[in-house]
Nanobody
């Protein structure tokens, strides 16, 4: 069983900062890609940032130069540092992992997992 547990959301004023964390646990062989997504009120879930196993990063245009994604392979954790937050960043943020898991039959299989989501609210 694999779980992703997020933390770090909250309420912040415009221009403030937050750091989200997402820790993976369970029978994981490797994580290919980590991603942070968000879903605002009445909106579809959208990609915010992603980081590959090799460390390559991709950002949505709306968060470039404000958000930074990073990972700690030893801890199996991904982070999203969010600076200069704006009211339009208000959303539930979800982490996502494209990974290879160890199965109980001894084989490995690729799978995708989501965290439970953490609320980020930015007041104007």
């Amino acid at each position: 069983q694999v779980q992703l547990v997020e933390s770090g959301g909250g309420l912040v004023q415009t221009g403030g900062s937050l750091r989200l964390s997402c820790a993976a646990s369970g029978s994981i062989f490797s994580i290919n890609v980590w991603g942070w997504y968000r879903q605002g009120p009445g909106q579809q879930r959208e990609l915010v940032a992603r980081i590959t196993g090799g460390g390559s990063t991709t950002y949505a245009d709306s968060v470039k130069d404000r958000f930074t994604i990073s990972k700690d392979n030893v801890r199996g954790t991904v982070y999203l540092q969010m600076n200069n937050l704006k009211p339009e960043d208000t959303a539930v943020y979800y982490c996502n992992a494209d990974l290879v898991r160890r199965r109980t039959d001894g084989f490995r299989s690729r799978a995708e997992y989501w965290g439970q989501g953490t609320q980020v609210t930015v007041n104007s």
